[in-house]
């Protein structure tokens, strides 16, 4: 168990620039999730951490040791690869043992380790197989278990369930969630589904195109984003963004014309007040807060195209398949249909305001 | 898969003409050895053997030198094939995995040497061996079949690591193991078909050569198989019973080797790394 501690982290491949300038740190028994789009850098960001890859300026710090130049066996590291990557020839005790193997510990206390892993991990049945012998799950389970009985002291994950069928998904994110607990390792996880990063973190880092975002639990970014961009990845479905004239000020609030939701005159708060104001701005709202029968207090009338009912509830679309659709969340039981309008209430405090260049206001 | 019956006997056939194609000249051999001489050379051939003798194989290993070029033949395709490997192996490697200066250059030159053809090397490597005193010894004919087999082993080795996926090795670099630990404990056994293939192509080429062992070799009790039987043959009369029994013989360790290490042949020895 050790911090984690990255300052000014820069990478590049060739002449791309794939890491540009990183600072970020984990504290001890922290579960820290990197996510982004794809070919953010989030995987070249783990692989610094791990020693896979050089940083070409930069430090990275794992506790109070500089283990920026270190060899990656030697810096404490355990990493669980998105496939796998176990060592098919060797049987899942083998596997497991590799590490240990390596470090030069003797047989009898190796097994014991394995064993006591194997049974964290319900692998016991299975120790004298071969991966190949093995289902997806177990597979992913041996190569968390390889992570394990190296007692590291930070583990890295790679996305590790992506490639797992979605309910198996839900379970490995659960069993994960526990090992963490039970474990109190500090642990970065790379993935590129909000919905893992949500549920397991404690703190998020929304990476984009080799720089950070924005950093903060995950509630910390659902309600409070930095810009359009993490306002955008975080939440699903995605946050609604329509342009507003900005027709005045009044108390704190901005007055704000929005074509799109056919409303005039509506007061947002803004974070801080800019001293000049802006001539248009957008105006972020999710689905959520955009609700059939919702607590907002301005009613909005929109045309429902689209009905997408999930039981509960359902999502109303304007124009599917268009980035320019409005999403509302509908009761599951709503009568509306495609063709009819359907009247939400929009809750003035839960919008956001972002400038031209997708900072927030 | 639901294919028709047309198209299931148009593979049949394909299959059968191959197998009959590679098979047929075997057969003939080995089926010829154990005729009596008249049957041999009987006007009409007969496919199946209506006579049987062990006369040919007793001749030719009681009354000829070929147990003696056997033995030269089993020493030299077998050294070279196991020093092709212990080079090929380590170089295939270090092509594969380190970073050096000038690797690129390097790795492209060595196929170089398939460009010239054997005989024009063959007057200047006669001169250099006779220098330090390899002529009519066997090591001259392991280092050549080695020379000869190494850059197309060492290519074919690299593009099988090359097929190893690099998580693999990489979660071995996590798991602390050096370098040569990974390439034995790790890549060695996942490259086994490869290995197999060298070996084999190193041992058949080693088996087969004759242009290099008849040059660099004098003396009668060093020559190998190729060379050595072409002289029990006899220039102005052919035995043909002991041509079919000493062709037969030479074809048992051919097959040996790819009975023995073809087992290496396993496909799918990755399956279950990764997905
Ligand atoms: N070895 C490499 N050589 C050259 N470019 C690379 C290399 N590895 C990664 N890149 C580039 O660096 C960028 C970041 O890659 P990275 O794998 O870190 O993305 P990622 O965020 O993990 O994406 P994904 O979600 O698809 O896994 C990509 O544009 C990729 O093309
Ligand atoms: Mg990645």
Redesign the pocket.
Known sequence: MAALTIENLYKS??A?E?IRGVSLSAQSGEFVVFV????????????LIAGL?RSASGSIRIGERDVTGVDPAKRGIAMVF?TYALYPHMSVAENMGFGLEMAGMAKPEREKLVRQAAEMLHLTDYLDRKPRQLSGGQRQRVAIGRAIVRNPDIFLF??PLSNLDAELRVRMRLEIAKLHRDLGATMVY?T?DQVEAMTLADRIVV?RA?LVEQIGSPMQLYSDPDNRFVAGFIGSPRMNFVEATVTGMNDGAMLLDVAALGLSGLSIRPRVMPETLPATVTLGVRPEHLAEGGEGAVAVSLPCTAIERLGSIAYLYTAPGDDATIIAQLRGASAASPGSAVEVRLDPAQCFLFDAGGNRI | MNRSLGLNAALVACIAFFVTLVGLPFWWVVSGSIKIPQEIIARTPTMFPQSFTLQHYQKLFDASAYPVYLVNSLIVAASSTVLTLLLAIPAAYAFFRLVFPARGVLYRTILLAYAFPSIVVLIPLFGLFAKVGLVDRLPALIIVNVAFALPFSIWMLRSFLAGVPKEIEEAAVMDGAPTLTILRRIMIPLIAPGIASVGIYAFVTAWTEYVFASVLILSDAKRTLPVGFSGIIGQYQIDWGLLLAGATVAIVPVVAIFALIGRGFVSGLTEGAVK
Not at chain 1, 36 to 47: A, E, F, H, V
């Open positions: 491949f060739g791309t794939v982004g789009p794809s070919g953010c850098g989030k995987s070249t960001l783990l692989r890859e998105q790679d996305e790379v590129h990476l080799g």
